[in-house]
C-alpha cells in the first residue's frame, strides 16, 4: 500500500531503462540486510543496478551475494562530531559522483541529512525513508528537546526539495512530518520494511511453560524495563511465565542498557538472554506470545514476524505497534512504561490458548495481506518509478 501523490501515476508509471542506477544509503551493513532486502531486490527485478552505501561491518560477503555494488562509508554512531560527519559527507559525495544514480535511498535520519548534504549540487531524485524516530521524538530530556528542533529544521529543509519524497510506515509518522512543515505531496506511506512471509510459516505451541519472547535492540525506548518489572510482577503472582530475550544493547543509542544491568537480569528466575539470534523462528518456536511495549515505533519487524509465526501480540498502544496490534484481533494493546498493564495482558493470553490461537491466527493473515516482502518491495518500487517520472517531467519542462 502506498499513499498516492495527487494525480500521481502510481504502478502505472514506465519500468526504468536498463540498469538505471538506485543508490541506497544506510548507516549499517546489518541493517541493509535486515530491513531494506526486499525493497533491494524489488528493485533489481525491476531493471536498477543497486549500489549500497554503508559502514562494512561483516555484511559485504552477504551483499555481494546478491549482486550489489557495495561502497563503504565512514559512519559514526552515537556522538556527535563534526570532523567525522565531514568524512562521511565527502565519502558519500564521492561515491554519488562514481555512481550517478538516477534515484538515491536514504534510509533514516543520519543519512538523510548527511547524505543530502552530500548530494548538493548533483543530479538525481531522492527517496528519505524517515524511520525509528527513536530517542529524539520519544525523551523529554534537555538534549533530546534540542536534537528534535534540529531535526525538525534540517526534514523540513531537505524534504521540501524538488526531486524528494518521504517514505513513513505509518500514518502518525505521516502527520508528525506534516507538522514539521513537510509538504503532504512530499510524503508517501510503505507500511514497514516486509517480512518473509514464505521463510516464516505458523508454527506449532510449544511444549513446557508459558514463554513470552522479545526480540529487539536492548534500548530504553523499546521498553525493555518495562518487560523485566512485568516478569517480575508475574512470577510474584505465581504465574511460572519464562521470558526470552533476544537483542543486544547499542552503545551508540543514549538509551543503551549497561552491561551490569543485563548482568543482572541474567540471574533472574525465568529470564533468559539470547543477545542476537540469526535464525529468529527459532526464538518463535520457543515462545507462546510476542511482546514489544516500546515507546515508539515505524513499522516493527519484531511484531510482524511474530505473526508471520502465528504468535498472538501484546504491546503498546504506540505510532507503529498498533499498526499490526490489533485489539482482540491480532492482540493485545496496553498503555507504554504500565508493567502493570503488560503483566495483566500476558496473563490474560496465558490463561487461554484458544484466545492465543485466535489472535495468532489473524496476525498471521494480517501479516501475509499487509506486510509481506513482496508486497512492500512492490510499494517502494512504485515510489521509485513515480519519482522517476516526476524527475523526468520537471527536466523537459526545464529545457522547453
Given at each position: 500500500?502506498?499513499?498516492?501523490?495527487?494525480?500521481?501515476?502510481?504502478?502505472?508509471?514506465?519500468?526504468?531503462?536498463?540498469?538505471?542506477?538506485?543508490?541506497?544509503?544506510?548507516?549499517?551493513?546489518?541493517?541493509?540486510?535486515?530491513?531494506?532486502?526486499?525493497?533491494?531486490?524489488?528493485?533489481?527485478?525491476?531493471?536498477?543496478?543497486?549500489?549500497?552505501?554503508?559502514?562494512?561491518?561483516?555484511?559485504?560477503?552477504?551483499?555481494?551475494?546478491?549482486?550489489?555494488?557495495?561502497?563503504?562509508?565512514?559512519?559514526?554512531?552515537?556522538?556527535?562530531?563534526?570532523?567525522?560527519?565531514?568524512?562521511?559527507?565527502?565519502?558519500?559525495?564521492?561515491?554519488?559522483?562514481?555512481?550517478?544514480?538516477?534515484?538515491?535511498?536514504?534510509?533514516?535520519?543520519?543519512?538523510?541529512?548527511?547524505?543530502?548534504?552530500?548530494?548538493?549540487?548533483?543530479?538525481?531524485?531522492?527517496?528519505?525513508?524517515?524511520?525509528?524516530?527513536?530517542?529524539?521524538?520519544?525523551?523529554?530530556?534537555?538534549?533530546?528537546?534540542?536534537?528534535?528542533?534540529?531535526?525538525?529544521?534540517?526534514?523540513?529543509?531537505?524534504?521540501?526539495?524538488?526531486?524528494?519524497?518521504?517514505?513513513?510506515?505509518?500514518?502518525?509518522?505521516?502527520?508528525?512530518?506534516?507538522?514539521?512543515?513537510?509538504?503532504?505531496?512530499?510524503?508517501?506511506?510503505?507500511?514497514?520494511?516486509?517480512?518473509?512471509?514464505?521463510?516464516?510459516?505458523?508454527?506449532?505451541?510449544?511444549?513446557?511453560?508459558?514463554?513470552?519472547?522479545?526480540?529487539?535492540?536492548?534500548?530504553?525506548?523499546?521498553?525493555?524495563?518495562?518487560?523485566?518489572?512485568?516478569?517480575?510482577?508475574?512470577?510474584?503472582?505465581?504465574?511460572?511465565?519464562?521470558?526470552?530475550?533476544?537483542?543486544?544493547?547499542?552503545?551508540?543509542?543514549?538509551?543503551?542498557?549497561?552491561?551490569?544491568?543485563?548482568?543482572?537480569?541474567?540471574?533472574?528466575?525465568?529470564?533468559?538472554?539470547?543477545?542476537?539470534?540469526?535464525?529468529?523462528?527459532?526464538?518463535?518456536?520457543?515462545?507462546?506470545?510476542?511482546?514489544?511495549?516500546?515507546?515508539?515505533?515505524?513499522?516493527?519487524?519484531?511484531?510482524?514476524e511474530a505473526a508471520a509465526c502465528?504468535?498472538?501480540?501484546?504491546?503498546?498502544?504506540?505510532?507503529?505497534?498498533?499498526?499490526?496490534?490489533?485489539?482482540?484481533?491480532?492482540?493485545?494493546?496496553?498503555?507504554?512504561?504500565?508493567?502493570?498493564?503488560?503483566?495483566?495482558?500476558?496473563?490474560?493470553?496465558?490463561?487461554?490458548?484458544?484466545?492465543?490461537?485466535?489472535?495468532?491466527?489473524?496476525?498471521?493473515?494480517?501479516?501475509?495481506?499487509?506486510?509481506?516482502?513482496?508486497?512492500?518491495?512492490?510499494?517502494?518500487?512504485?515510489?521509485?518509478?513515480r519519482l522517476a517520472v516526476t524527475?523526468?517531467?520537471?527536466?523537459?519542462?526545464?529545457?522547453?
Amino acid at each position: 500500500m502506498v499513499t498516492r501523490e495527487p494525480g500521481g501515476d502510481g504502478a502505472g508509471a514506465a519500468v526504468p531503462a536498463a540498469q538505471a542506477r538506485l543508490l541506497y544509503i544506510v548507516s549499517e551493513d546489518w541493517y541493509f540486510l535486515s530491513h531494506r532486502l526486499p525493497m533491494a531486490r524489488a528493485a533489481r527485478a525491476a531493471g536498477y543496478e543497486v549500489h549500497v552505501a554503508t559502514r562494512v561491518t561483516d555484511g559485504a560477503a552477504a551483499i555481494a551475494r546478491e549482486g550489489f555494488h557495495l561502497h563503504p562509508v565512514p559512519f559514526v554512531r552515537g556522538r556527535v562530531s563534526l570532523w567525522a560527519a565531514v568524512a562521511t559527507i565527502r565519502a558519500l559525495r564521492r561515491v554519488q559522483r562514481e555512481v550517478a544514480p538516477a534515484i538515491v535511498h536514504r534510509i533514516a535520519i543520519e543519512p538523510i541529512v548527511l547524505g543530502a548534504l552530500a548530494a548538493i549540487g548533483l543530479p538525481g531524485a531522492a527517496v528519505n525513508s524517515v524511520t525509528g524516530l527513536g530517542y529524539a521524538f520519544t525523551s523529554q530530556a534537555p538534549k533530546a528537546r534540542l536534537l528534535r528542533r534540529l531535526i525538525g529544521a534540517a526534514l523540513r529543509l531537505f524534504l521540501n526539495r524538488a526531486g524528494s519524497i518521504a517514505i513513513v510506515q505509518n500514518p502518525d509518522d505521516r502527520a508528525l512530518l506534516a507538522a514539521l512543515g513537510v509538504r503532504g505531496d512530499r510524503i508517501a506511506l510503505v507500511p514497514g520494511s516486509g517480512v518473509d512471509v514464505e521463510a516464516l510459516q505458523p508454527l506449532p505451541e510449544p511444549t513446557g511453560p508459558p514463554t513470552i519472547a522479545f526480540v529487539g535492540r536492548l534500548i530504553a525506548d523499546k521498553g525493555i524495563r518495562t518487560l523485566v518489572a512485568a516478569h517480575r510482577l508475574l512470577r510474584e503472582r505465581g504465574v511460572a511465565v519464562e521470558t526470552l530475550i533476544a537483542g543486544d544493547p547499542d552503545p551508540a543509542n543514549p538509551g543503551s542498557i549497561s552491561a551490569e544491568e543485563i548482568a543482572a537480569w541474567r540471574r533472574e528466575p525465568g529470564l533468559t538472554l539470547f543477545g542476537h539470534v540469526a535464525d529468529i523462528a527459532a526464538v518463535w518456536a520457543r515462545a507462546h506470545i510476542a511482546v514489544l511495549p516500546s515507546r515508539r515505533e515505524g513499522l516493527p519487524k519484531s511484531l510482524l514476524e511474530a505473526a508471520a509465526c502465528g504468535r498472538p501480540l501484546v504491546a503498546t498502544d504506540v505510532p507503529g505497534c498498533r499498526e499490526v496490534v490489533r485489539p482482540d484481533e491480532t492482540g493485545l494493546l496496553v498503555q507504554p512504561e504500565d508493567p502493570v498493564a503488560l503483566a495483566d495482558a500476558v496473563a490474560t493470553l496465558v490463561q487461554s490458548a484458544e484466545l492465543r490461537a485466535r489472535l495468532g491466527a489473524a496476525a498471521r493473515r494480517l501479516a501475509v495481506e499487509r506486510f509481506s516482502a513482496d508486497a512492500i518491495g512492490r510499494a517502494t518500487v512504485e515510489v521509485y518509478r513515480r519519482l522517476a517520472v516526476t524527475a523526468g517531467r520537471a527536466r523537459v519542462n526545464g529545457s522547453a
